[in-house]
Structures are given as C-alpha cells and as structure tokens.
C-alpha cells in the first residue's frame, strides 16, 4: 500500500496568512491525487484533483502542485471558512490512502 | 444536484453486522462507481472499497477484504455496505462517495452526510 504522510499535522496561522501544507508518498503517484477540506461534523469536500485542477465552485486561492511523491496543497491567503482539517488522498493504485490530515488552526 | 443520503445512525454489539445504505439522486446511478469510506472519532480517512454501480465490479482494501460487503440495486439507486463480524475499532461514520469522472475511479466530487456505527457491548 503507498503511504501517504502530510506535514504538518497541526498548522496555527492567522487571517490572510499564506499556509503550505505537504503530502509525501511512500512512493511515485505520480500526479494522482486530491485534497479535501472537512469541517467539524462534516463530510469532507473536494478542493484539487489530479494535483493541481480546481474544483468546481472553490475559490482560486487553494492550489495544488508537485508530483511524484511530494506534493503541495497551497492556500494563498487564509480567510475564517478555511479553518479546518485537510486531507490528500491518492488514487495511482489501489488500495487509495489517505494522509493522517492537516489541522488548520486559529492563531 | 447530486445527492447522496444514508442511513441512519446504528448501534451494535460485537460480533454483529450492520448495513450502511447510500441513496443516490440528481445524476444517472450506474454511470459513476462508488467509495465507502470511514473515519473513527477524532481520526482520519480510511478507505474501505469501491463498486461499480454499472456491473458491481469491487475493490476491497486489504484491510476489510473478508468482511466487507458492497452491492447496489439499480432500481433504488442504491449502495449498501455490509461490514461483519464488528469489533469495537469499528466504531466509525461511514461515508458513500461518489466518483468524480464516470468510468475512471479516483476522487470524490460528492459525499454521503455520514452514517454513525458505535460497536459495544
């Protein structure tokens, strides 16, 4: 199975911030893979696919880049929704994995 | 719009089964296959298995291989998920998603509101 590791577990940043988080595979998934933002008591939602496309609906200040093992979900400038709990998930090969998650807090 | 509504809250004791359902609408059933995924309290994503809601062709995570369950019923839009023999670790929500491309399994567009399962004696 391919790991999926993100760091850093826990982020406290302000409003307006630029916030970068990181998901390393144990190995290439090449640019198979998504982020996803769950709220509190929440089904998660999609933000990026294949790496670094936008959802539909999600504001252009979330990106994605990178590929092969390391990649990058990038939130421009960090507004009061966006606190929350981010995953990536990666869909190379079966089975998909999901990394631990990456909690967005409140400075 | 795409909805996907589940069943309610379980409770059971170890040993038993449950059966999670996934009620699809706003799209065309067995044209995009289906994930079940679980998250354990205060834990992370775990995926469990995927169907196609075409020909209910499956893939299993390792993990759950022997007691997981998935089908669907085209004349309800309809997915199921049976999990057997629970223990307590499988105290979960268990989330249906749906495939953002049809005929091409990955990611997730759409999620199930989550059905919680609480395992103990």
């Known amino acids: 199975d391919i790991q999926m590791t993100q760091s850093p577990s826990t982020l406290s940043a302000s409003v307006g911030d630029r916030v970068t988080i990181t998901c390393r595979a144990s190995q290439s998934i090449s640019g198979w893979l998504a982020w996803y933002q769950q709220e509190p008591g929440k089904a998660p939602k999609l933000l990026i696919y294949?790496?670094?496309s936008l959802a539909s609906g999600v504001p252009s200040r979330f990106s994605g880049s990178g590929s092969g093992t390391e990649l990058t979900l990038t939130i421009s400038s960090l507004q009061p929704d966006d606190f929350a709990t981010y995953y990536c998930?990666?869909?190379?090969?079966?089975?998909?994995?999901f990394g631990q998650g990456t909690k967005v807090e409140i400075k | 719009q795409v909805q996907l509504v589940q069943s309610g809250a379980e409770a059971k004791k170890p040993g038993a089964s449950v059966r999670v359902s996934c009620k699809a609408s706003?799209?065309?059933?067995?044209?995009?296959?289906l994930s079940w995924v679980r998250q354990a309290p205060g834990q992370g994503l775990e995926w469990m298995g995927w169907?196609?809601?075409?020909?209910?062709?499956?893939k299993d995570a390792q993990n759950f291989q022997d007691r997981v369950t998935m089908t669907t019923d085209t004349s309800t839009s309809t997915a199921y998920m049976e999990l057997r023999s629970l223990r307590s670790d499988d105290t979960a929500v268990y989330y249906c998603?749906?495939?953002?491309?049809?005929?091409?399994?990955?990611?997730?567009?759409?999620w199930g509101q989550g059905t919680l399962v609480t395992v103990s004696s």
């Open positions: 169907i196609s809601a075409y020909n209910g062709d499956t």
């Open positions: 706003g799209y065309t059933f067995t044209t995009f296959g």
């Open positions: 294949d790496a670094s």
């Open positions: 998603a749906r495939d953002a491309i049809a005929a091409r399994p990955g990611w997730f567009d759409a």
């Open positions: 998930q990666q869909y190379n090969s079966y089975p998909w994995t």
